[in-house]
């Protein structure tokens, strides 16, 4: 019982109210949509919404990734996905956070969470409650729905999981299923992931966990190996909070930035603790798909040099947020350098170039650590060629921003849904409003780069760095310590327009002035994943799915996570962040094909 005082209030009991009013608040709201529901008019229900409101619905209504925007449009969407769906049992979630008062997007509202049940499995939903109509009634500003299992496949985990007891004696121990089940001598999997990074582990797990059969085939000799072989000095650019892994968090003795090694001994013991299939030292050769059958072929070679063939109903390309296949520009008298000429897929660490003479061409956030790990390293002299604007942002304060949501006091699968629940339109103008600030924070550092040679770019429409990583998958650079050796002059920076070729001695420009060069590595990117199914897959397969990643007609990753033109060929990819939130929907989706309950088409 809360005592009365005449002395200042307690603010963990101000708290404690506030808390406590939001949650009747919210549970009041909820009694208006069961209504809405009951009611079964499409119009009834978008009537809950504000005039300029947004239903978002990942799978639970549509079976894909939509945006409604207005309550006309969204009274059509309820009006073809209310009997398919038949949502029920609608209530105040007990397993996310409690309902309270925030501030999003520059708006206060009222959020919380629901669970309910559709005619698929169970969903939730994360629900933005603005508190300024002029009736006084709560209305949904952006509604988030969900589906998060299928029913009769709900993931083994808590009071589901395994009994441990599968084994009797005399028979297979828990040892001799995962040396049998890792082989695929006896049968076929239902999944092939190509590639044992975050992504392809992740969906893994989630599919086990939904008990599909998943092979992964990983290049590398070792899980993890993708990051162990990156550059010495590379440490995650955003906080541990917003990477962890689902069903696995990070030790809470972990530093904020995880370094590079950490993370990939990390992926490593997570893909057994797992359980995942993975075939290490193995290569996809080719795919095919039988029309027929509607099973891929696929051709494998594996660790000792063997190659078999595997089927499969279902591929995913896991190869990572490109397709591994570098783009490397013609550059003329490429042939007549006498030096080291390597891509940045090649770059293994600064220790190789101590006292030595390097151009780094690109200005992206690989190119800005490699120059940074060769110059800390010894080299005499280090010049970034830079060939267009690069967004640059300070780790602290502002490189943070983007992320602040996530904290090691909230669970970062109740941030996901608050992250995923902002439409396209509210993320152009939360952008907008970040990058103005972030720019007024970093008017030193951005002005200092301008008057060292370097260009800034914010993106046309003011969006700043992060929207262009979402657009463009690159061209831009949080900075960690090579922006202040830029200024200070002690790696200089020249522009593409004013080299004309390389020669033997290094890079001649235009003004017939030579950058002496020892060494030259093109941080210039990769092609789209698109080239690289087109290498495993040939030109029809690749033509078919299209290019991948930048927003497509509903603002969502282009062919990621979702089904694309080309049956039973999906694609994973992302960061971290990403993809313990989209691997959840990637695996419903194909758990739902194999079994049967896939629309071919969106239900709206």
């Not at 550059?231 to 069903?247: I, R």
């Not at 494998?300 to 591994?324: M, N, Q, Y």
């Not at 897929?345 to 200005?363: A, H, L, P």
């Not at 120059?371 to 005499?380: K, M, P, R, T």
């Amino acid at each position: 019982m809360i005592k009365e005082s005449s002395g200042p209030a307690d603010p963990a009991v101000t708290q404690l109210k506030q808390d406590l009013e939001a949650h009747e608040a919210f549970a009041a709201w909820v009694e208006t949509l069961r209504d809405g529901l009951a009611n079964g008019q499409p119009e009834h229900l978008a009537a809950l919404f504000d005039p300029d409101g947004y239903w978002m619905d990942y799978l639970a209504f549509t079976w894909r990734y939509r945006t409604f925007h207005g309550r006309a449009e969204i009274a059509d969407a309820f009006g073809r996905t209310l009997e398919p769906a038949r949502p029920k049992q609608v209530e105040v979630s007990t397993v996310r956070a409690r309902p309270r008062i925030a501030r999003r997007s520059g708006v206060d509202v009222l959020e919380g969470y629901l669970e309910y049940e559709t005619a698929a499995g169970h969903g939730t939903a994360y629900v933005r409650l603005r508190l300024d109509d002029p009736s006084g009634t709560p209305r949904i500003w952006i509604m988030l729905t969900t589906l998060q299992s299928l029913r009769g496949f709900e993931h083994r985990v808590g009071p589901g999981r395994p009994k441990g007891r599968e084994h009797e004696v005399g028979r297979e121990n828990w040892l001799d299923r995962r040396v049998r089940e890792q082989q695929f001598a006896d049968r076929e999997p239902e999944v092939i992931i190509i590639g044992a990074g975050q992504g392809g582990l992740v969906l893994g797990a989630r599919l086990r966990q939904m008990g599909v059969d998943v092979l992964i085939v990983e290049k590398n000799a070792r899980v993890g190996d993708n990051w162990r072989h990156r550059y010495h000095s590379l440490t995650l650019h955003n906080e541990v909070a917003t990477n962890t892994l689902p069903y696995m968090p990070y030790p809470e003795t972990w530093p904020a930035f995880l370094p590079k090694d950490k993370l990939a001994h990390w992926l490593e013991s997570y893909a057994e603790a797992m359980e995942l299939n993975v075939w290490t030292g193995a290569r996809v050769l080719h795919g095919e798909r039988d029309d027929d059958t509607g099973r891929w072929r696929v051709r494998i070679r594996r660790d000792d040099g063997t190659e078999v063939v595997k089927t499969t109903p279902h591929v995913v390309l896991a190869t990572g947020a490109h397709s591994g296949v570098p783009h490397v520009p013609d550059l003329p008298g490429a042939d007549d350098f006498a030096g080291s000429l390597l891509h940045s897929s090649q770059f293994r660490g600064g220790r190789d170039y101590e006292g030595k003479r390097v151009v780094v061409f690109g200005t992206g956030s690989s190119a800005h650590d490699i120059a940074q790990d060769i110059h800390e390293n010894g080299a005499s002299a280090v010049t970034m060629i830079q060939r267009n604007p690069t967004a640059v942002i300070s780790l602290d304060p502002c490189g943070t921003m983007v992320y602040a949501a996530y904290s090691d006091d909230r669970d970062p699968a109740d941030v996901d849904f608050v992250q995923a629940a902002t439409p396209y339109p509210i993320l152009e103008k939360t952008y907008q409003w970040l990058t103005r600030k972030t720019c007024e924070l970093d008017r030193d550092l951005i002005a200092g780069l301008e008057a060292a040679g370097f260009r800034t770019d914010f993106e046309p429409d003011g969006t700043g760095f992060h929207m262009k990583y979402l657009r463009k998958g690159g061209g831009y650079y949080i900075n960690v310590g090579c922006s202040d050796l830029i200024i200070d002059g002690q790696i200089q920076v020249r522009q593409a327009t004013d080299v004309d070729r390389l020669v033997a001695g290094g890079v001649r420009m235009q003004d017939g002035s030579q950058l002496d060069a020892d060494a030259v590595i093109l941080a210039t990117g990769y092609k789209n994943q698109q080239e690289g199914i087109r290498l495993l897959f040939e030109d029809e397969v690749a033509d078919r799915v299209g290019p991948i990643w930048g927003f497509d007609e509903n603002h969502v990753m282009r062919n990621l996570w979702v089904r694309t033109a080309q049956d039973g060929f999906w694609v994973m990819g992302g960061a971290l962040m990403e993809a313990r939130l989209y691997s959840t929907y990637l695996a419903l989706q194909i758990k739902a094909d194999l079994e049967g309950v896939l629309p071919q088409t969106a239900l709206a």
